[in-house]
């Protein structure tokens, strides 16, 4: 056919460098490839064969990517993000994978951790060979962190964990547990404190949580550390009170900017698609004007998020950006994502409610999208807070 894709409308390649874009193709390759075939399988089954393809995202170098030394590939704040979204393009779940491992928990040590911590996990980690999750959100505290119960005492020179952390990516097969958890080295949230728990440590343990009707292709659990015995050198030296969960938060959240944009793109495209071949009234769908006023305003906005996702790649590799300016950009491309995936759906009539279109699969998706790694809700005081000056969160 003669029509255009978004790219070429947008003319989005043009604010790419050529390294990026070669970096997005790959990454595009490999999950269309290696992932797109099973992926509605394991959502359908809640199994994913995480510790291979683990090796693999390991191999293809996104493990970590934006992180420089220790095995990881030192790429730029853009090039991440766009690995992030051709992965969410096939599913968030994978993507989740992804974000966790290098942004939550290779972050974390990468960032606030002590050269032994960083020896012994990163290279491990960028290769996929070992698995991380990262607990802050627990039963009774999700939005607001700093309520947190899980606690660290210490006992001598070790620190003794007890407490229960929920929603956790990837805890079950975690290999590596960035725990935060409060310690009286400090008075309140001041005293949070993060370590590094390897899951094979007595106590430890991480049930799965099943019946998820969202983000099946990713592993959830909770963590419950029952007297977990550490020794004093498990403890991240460099980060203190809540801002060191957050900075780590940002990392991921910044993906997800990416990323929601990619499961939006995914949806568009696969409905035009469809739109393209199915008749009805005898004659294309496409052919229709309330089709193509659909398939307009979404374009419009699957472009414009693009747009912002790599204004705020410009400003984060620039070293400049603001966690408020993440909000902006997860806010609005996680909220216009799904707002597409179902008017997507719609297009896809009663085909859009089976696994054999990836549409239901995104928009179920995308729910857990809009609520993790901050809330929009959050997101709304966030940026309030920034225009206004006024703290709304309670
Ligand atoms: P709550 O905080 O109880 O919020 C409930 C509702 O209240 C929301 O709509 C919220 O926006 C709203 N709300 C909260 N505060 C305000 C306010 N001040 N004003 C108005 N409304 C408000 N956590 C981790 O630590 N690690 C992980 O790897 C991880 N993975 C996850 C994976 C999945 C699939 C999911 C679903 C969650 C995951 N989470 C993880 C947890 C996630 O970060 C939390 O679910 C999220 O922070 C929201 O917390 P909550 O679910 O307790 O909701």
């Given at each position: 056919?003669n029509?255009?894709?978004?790219?070429?409308?947008?003319?989005?390649?043009?604010?790419?460098?050529?390294?990026?874009?070669?970096?997005?193709?790959?990454?595009?390759?490999?999950?269309?490839?290696?992932i797109?075939?099973?992926?509605?399988?394991?959502?359908?089954?809640?199994?994913?064969?995480?510790?291979?393809?683990a090796?693999?995202?390991g191999?293809?170098?996104?493990?970590?990517?934006?992180?420089?030394?220790?095995?990881?590939a030192?790429?730029?704040?853009?090039?991440?993000?766009?690995?992030?979204l051709?992965?969410?393009?096939?599913?968030?779940?994978?993507?989740?994978?992804?974000?966790?491992?290098?942004?939550?928990?290779?972050?974390?040590?990468?960032?606030?951790?002590?050269e032994?911590q960083k020896?012994?996990?990163?290279?491990?980690?960028?290769?996929?060979?070992?698995?991380?999750?990262?607990?802050?959100?627990?039963?009774?505290?999700?939005?607001?962190?700093?309520?947190?119960?899980?606690?660290?005492?210490?006992?001598?020179d070790?620190?003794?964990?007890?407490?229960?952390k929920?929603?956790?990516?990837?805890?079950?097969?975690?290999?590596?547990?960035?725990?935060?958890?409060?310690?009286?080295?400090?008075?309140?949230s001041?005293?949070?404190?993060?370590?590094?728990?390897?899951?094979?440590?007595?106590?430890?343990s991480?049930?799965?949580?099943h019946?998820?009707?969202?983000?099946?292709?990713?592993?959830?659990?909770?963590?419950?550390?029952?007297?977990?015995?550490?020794?004093?050198?498990?403890?991240?030296?460099?980060a203190?009170?809540?801002?060191?969960?957050?900075t780590?938060?940002?990392?991921?959240?910044?993906?997800i900017?990416?990323?929601?944009?990619?499961?939006?793109?995914?949806?568009?495209?696969?409905?035009?698609?469809?739109?393209?071949?199915?008749?009805?009234f005898?004659?294309?769908?496409?052919?229709?004007?309330?089709?193509?006023?659909?398939?307009?305003?979404?374009?419009?906005?699957?472009?414009?998020?693009?747009?912002?996702a790599?204004?705020?790649?410009?400003?984060?590799?620039?070293?400049?950006i603001?966690?408020?300016?993440?909000?902006?950009?997860?806010?609005?491309?996680?909220?216009?994502?799904?707002?597409?995936?179902?008017?997507?759906?719609?297009?896809?009539?009663?085909?859009?409610?089976?696994?054999?279109?990836?549409?239901?699969?995104?928009?179920?998706?995308?729910?857990?999208?809009?609520?993790?790694e901050?809330?929009?809700?959050?997101?709304?005081?966030?940026?309030?807070?920034a225009?206004?000056?006024?703290a709304?969160?309670?």
């Amino acid at each position: 056919s003669n029509a255009q894709s978004l790219t070429q409308l947008f003319a989005l390649d043009s604010l790419l460098e050529q390294e990026e874009i070669d970096i997005r193709d790959t990454v595009r390759k490999f999950g269309n490839e290696r992932i797109r075939p099973h992926v509605a399988q394991w959502f359908e089954e809640a199994k994913l064969p995480a510790r291979e393809l683990a090796k693999e995202l390991g191999q293809l170098g996104v493990l970590g990517m934006h992180l420089d030394g220790y095995g990881c590939a030192g790429m730029s704040a853009t090039a991440y993000g766009l690995a992030c979204l051709e992965l969410e393009a096939v599913d968030s779940g994978i993507r989740s994978l992804v974000s966790v491992q290098g942004s939550l928990a290779m972050f974390s040590i990468h960032h606030w951790g002590s050269e032994e911590q960083k020896q012994e996990w990163l290279p491990r980690m960028a290769a996929g060979e070992a698995i991380g999750c990262f607990g802050l959100t627990e039963p009774d505290f999700g939005s607001n962190p700093a309520g947190m119960r899980t606690n660290a005492k210490r006992d001598g020179d070790d620190w003794i964990l007890n407490g229960t952390k929920m929603w956790i990516t990837n805890g079950s097969i975690a290999d590596v547990a960035v725990v935060w958890a409060q310690t009286d080295l400090e008075e309140g949230s001041k005293g949070i404190r993060g370590f590094v728990v390897p899951t094979d440590t007595p106590g430890f343990s991480a049930p799965e949580i099943h019946s998820k009707l969202s983000l099946r292709a990713s592993v959830t659990s909770e963590l419950v550390l029952d007297g977990v015995r550490l020794p004093s050198s498990a403890m991240m030296p460099k980060a203190k009170g809540l801002r060191g969960p957050l900075t780590s938060l940002g990392e991921a959240r910044f993906g997800i900017v990416f990323g929601a944009i990619g499961a939006a793109r995914d949806c568009l495209e696969t409905a035009i698609e469809y739109s393209q071949s199915r008749e009805v009234f005898d004659k294309p769908l496409a052919g229709y004007q309330l089709t193509q006023a659909k398939i307009a305003d979404m374009a419009l906005e699957v472009g414009k998020g693009h747009l912002l996702a790599y204004h705020l790649g410009r400003i984060k590799d620039r070293g400049e950006i603001a966690p408020e300016q993440v909000s902006l950009g997860k806010l609005n491309n996680v909220r216009e994502a799904i707002a597409i995936a179902r008017e997507c759906r719609t297009i896809l009539g009663a085909n859009g409610i089976t696994l054999e279109y990836p549409v239901i699969r995104h928009a179920n998706n995308l729910e857990s999208v809009l609520t993790y790694e901050g809330t929009s809700e959050v997101h709304q005081l966030t940026i309030g807070k920034a225009l206004t000056g006024e703290a709304a969160f309670r």
